[in-house]
């Protein structure tokens, strides 16, 4: 291996290493609720709910900050990214096989200029709902298991099998699937972002364990933690977005 494709390897495990980089309580929901995390009853300006954590993509990454705001008369979840890359995470309390159609809302105030999550130096999304996925991590290649135990020796936690990520981007069509330019095991599936979803909150409905198999072409594992990404770090932009209640049912 050259020094060139070690150092992109070292970053590479790195950043996906940052998103598990701390153990995660889990949420406790109110008896009869949903699964998911209700933003809408929390207080603006309040800390935000039990259990979710922002944690940085890559050591050394600026974080981005995620504040609890007033919209009308509900509360929402703020993000604000200035050349930062930071995701709001939280266990994988999520039972898919039972509740695998994930609803949610969000609200972009402009995209990223020149962003395009196909390539490596502009790989940014304005918004990012983040699922994190074990598996049978024996049945990956030898490059890919050699990239998985070095992030482990160097910070000390085991990276993702599998990352499937909903994403806000206007560089590809609705409901494209693009590969992670750093790694196979990512998957981005392009949620939002056609001519008129700008500056508006959007309704989405996702089937995360149909798309998972879509992109993957194998069953999820045990989902291990999910969350919420606005990330600028690698055009170094300024980005805004705003993410509603997220639900979990059975599937359509």
Same mark, same amino acid.
């Given at each position: 291996?050259?020094?060139?494709?070690? $150092?992109?390897?070292?970053?590479?495990?790195r950043r996906l290493a940052g998103l598990l980089a701390c153990g995660l309580p889990l949420w406790a929901a109110a008896q009869?609720?949903?699964?998911?995390?209700?933003?809408?009853?929390d207080t603006p300006g309040g800390a935000?709910?039990?259990?979710?954590?922002?944690?940085?993509?890559?050591?050394?990454?600026?974080?981005?900050?995620? $504040?609890?705001?007033?919209?009308?008369?509900?509360?929402?979840?703020?993000?604000?990214?200035?050349?930062?890359?930071?995701a709001l995470m939280h266990d994988g309390d999520i039972d898919l096989a039972a509740t695998p159609q994930a609803s949610w809302r969000w609200k972009i105030e402009q995209p990223i200029e020149n962003a395009d999550n196909r390539v490596a130096a502009q790989e940014d999304a304005p918004a990012r709902l983040v699922f994190l996925f074990d598996g049978d991590k024996e049945k990956l290649s030898?490059?890919?298991?050699?990239?998985?135990? !070095?992030?482990h020796t160097l910070a000390g936690e085991d990276l993702p099998y599998a990352t499937?990520?909903?994403?806000?981007?206007?560089?590809?069509?609705?409901?494209?699937?693009?590969?992670?330019?750093?790694?196979?095991r990512v998957k981005m599936i392009v949620a939002s972002g056609g001519p008129g979803d700008v500056g508006?909150? !959007?309704? !989405? $409905?996702?089937?995360? *364990?149909?798309?998972?198999?879509?992109?993957?072409?194998? *069953?999820?594992g045990r989902l291990t933690a999910y969350g919420l990404l606005t990330d600028t770090d690698n055009t170094g932009a300024v980005a805004r977005a705003w993410y509603g209640d997220i639900r979990f049912s059975a599937g359509k």
């Open positions: 291996m050259t020094m060139l494709r070690a $150092s992109r390897w070292l970053s590479r495990t009869g609720a949903p699964p998911g995390v209700a933003f809408s009853t935000l709910p039990a259990g979710w954590k922002n944690l940085p993509v890559a050591h050394g990454k600026m974080s981005t900050r995620y $504040s609890l705001v007033a919209d009308g008369s509900t509360t929402v979840l703020e993000a604000d990214a200035d050349a930062s890359a930071s030898l490059g890919e298991r050699a990239a998985m135990q !070095l992030a499937l990520m909903y994403i806000w981007s206007d560089s590809a069509p609705v409901g494209t699937i693009i590969d992670n330019p750093h790694t196979s508006k909150w !959007l309704s !989405l $409905s996702r089937n995360v *364990a149909q798309d998972y198999e879509r992109a993957f072409k194998e *069953a999820p």
